[in-house]
């Protein structure tokens, strides 16, 4: 549903009266941005602690050690979640929390922090929606080659089920995995997130395993509790070409096909885009995708969640900026196979993190 709502004339109470009486307000986060404690507990070590402990990974070298706090601070963050007035909060499972090396061994002590965070929120009257991957691979998966790795999507899927096990007689609402497409290319291909990897075809790899990783955890998931709603966060960015001429307009075709349709197309026709394989095929074989693939991955979803910045303009004649990533850090591409695509800044307010705003962005077919 989209609605046409001026924010700079409407007063909150207007605002809200707009919405649906049953509509769910909340909040969200991820393990790494907020809960700190990364050494206590036995919490083992994920790719973002070794990845910001590199000198010049982050621009202030800041880390996440200490974070907000909330591993110490469950009731503090529900009595702001109340005063917010919200009614549900979808937080992150730290992945190293609770099998610190990535497998089937379980730190006990990770498991009980969530479930007394899930025992808050339902006693606040807060419906809990839990995203099991925001980018917090166990450093140990990564060692052993990380996300461009079949074995890594193998793992995640038993770590859905131990997370399901644990949380699922009072978790009913699931994300699998959060943007799939900053873990691998950002973190596979420009190398601006973790692990820091400029590895494009790589990055491809990860980026089928992560969505295969998606269709093994709603699997386990919808096995054990049929009832259970399912979906995958993915950041949507409409693509406008810069201009009318044929190579601004393939440019603008290239960017949505890896931004957009890799993951769409994939979580809901069961296959990946013609024109976007026949892009990669520049780079890599697809070999790593194998039979029975794309079918786990179209694992039918209750809702799809979506997550929206900003817009990108593009052009594919010489001289367009290289990247349009939010680190200011000399990255490379974020668009394997398509580094030739420039994006251009069209005038609009920009955000700190470089994003344009166009407020009715979401009203874009």
Not at 52 to 60: I, K, L, T
Not at 67 to 86: Q, V
Not at 94 to 111: F, H, K, T, Y
């Amino acid at each position: 549903m989209s609605t046409d709502i001026d924010t700079n004339t409407e007063g909150d109470g207007e605002l809200a009266a707009r919405f649906p009486a049953d509509f769910t307000w909340g909040a969200a986060t991820s393990s790494y941005q907020v809960e700190g404690s990364t050494a206590v507990d036995g919490r083992g070590k994920s790719i973002w602690d070794t990845f910001v402990a590199e000198p010049g990974r982050v621009v202030d070298g800041s880390n996440g050690d200490t974070a907000i706090d909330s591993y110490r601070n469950i009731e503090g963050d529900i009595a702001l979640i109340r005063e917010l007035g919200l009614n549900s909060y979808r937080f992150s499972l730290s992945w190293p929390r609770i099998c610190p090396e990535g497998d089937s061994r379980v730190n006990q002590a990770g498991l009980d922090y969530y479930s007394t965070l899930v025992d808050a929120l339902l006693e606040a009257g807060v419906t809990p929606w839990v995203t099991l991957y925001h980018w917090d691979l166990p450093q140990a998966l990564e060692d052993a080659g990380g996300w461009p790795e079949r074995a890594t999507a193998e793992r995640f899927g038993e770590f859905a089920q131990l997370a399901h096990e644990a949380l699922g007689d009072r978790v009913k609402h699931w994300i699998t995995v959060n943007e799939p497409w900053c873990a691998a290319f950002l973190g596979y291909s420009s190398g601006e997130h973790a692990p820091g990897r400029r590895e494009p075809a790589a990055s491809i790899a990860a980026a089928h395993h992560l969505m295969l990783g998606h269709g093994l955890a709603a699997r386990a998931i919808k096995e054990a509790d049929p009832g259970a709603t399912m979906s995958i966060g993915l950041n949507f960015y409409p693509v406008y070409a810069a201009s009318d001429s044929s190579v601004d307009v393939d440019a603008a075709r290239r960017v949505d096909g890896v931004q957009n349709r890799w993951f769409t197309d994939a979580a809901l026709k069961g296959a990946y885009p013609e024109d976007v394989v026949e892009d990669f095929s520049a780079i890599t074989d697809l070999s790593f995708i194998k039979a029975g693939d794309m079918e786990l991955i179209n694992a039918p979803l209750d809702c799809l969640s979506v997550n929206f910045y900003s817009k990108f303009t593009v052009t594919g004649a010489e001289g367009g900026a290289a990247s349009a990533s939010a680190a200011p850090t000399g990255a490379g591409s974020a668009w394997p196979a398509n580094e030739h695509v420039g994006f251009v800044t069209t005038g609009l307010p920009q955000t700190d993190m470089g994003g344009r705003s166009r407020r009715r962005g979401l009203l874009k077919r």
